[in-house]
């Protein structure tokens, strides 16, 4: 430990359902001869699965920067002509930061932010890549994420042996 300070490494995954979208005022505007669409983006669900790599700055406050795969059912409204109105599940990453406080023995309050940013496959509709199809990988969505929450840390075992020097 440096002067109170410890180290702490660890994974983490989540999953949530989201209101989260665009509506075709904000989207891109397509126009081929007299037709024109807009598009808008929705995303019902998205999750994560990530690293976490973090000091105690003091025994009960953690600051931590964390950062991994992120994966999201993206549905795409509109699109050119109005043709491609559908929905995949996309991939991509995320980072942020964070910190949590033990208030109390197992119990601890925490404050995250994290950036997302998935895309499509590598498939299209006519051949090349026009960007055209909802899993087209120049199709990027992406969002920021701020959350707080209350967890309850088990204490399954004894705890682990901390060599000291």
Known sequence: ????????????????????????????YYYFGNYGSRTGVSV????TVRGRLGLTIMPTLLIYGTGGFAYADVQRN????????????????TAGGGAEWMF???WSVKAEYLYTDVSGGNSNYWGGNWGT????????TRW???RAGVNYHFNWGAAPVVAKY
């Open 78 to 93: 509109g699109g050119l002509l109005g043709w491609n109105n559908n929905s995949a599940t996309q991939t991509g990453w």
């Open 44 to 47: 019902p669900w998205f999750g």
């Open 144 to 146: 920021n994420t701020v």
């Open 104 to 106: 109390m023995p197992n």
């Open 1 to 28: 430990a440096l002067g109170g300070m410890g180290a702490l490494i660890g994974a983490e995954a989540d999953f949530q359902g989201t209101s989260m979208g665009s509506n075709g005022n904000g989207g891109n």
């Open 133 to 140: 199809g909802i899993n087209n990988v120049n199709n990027h």
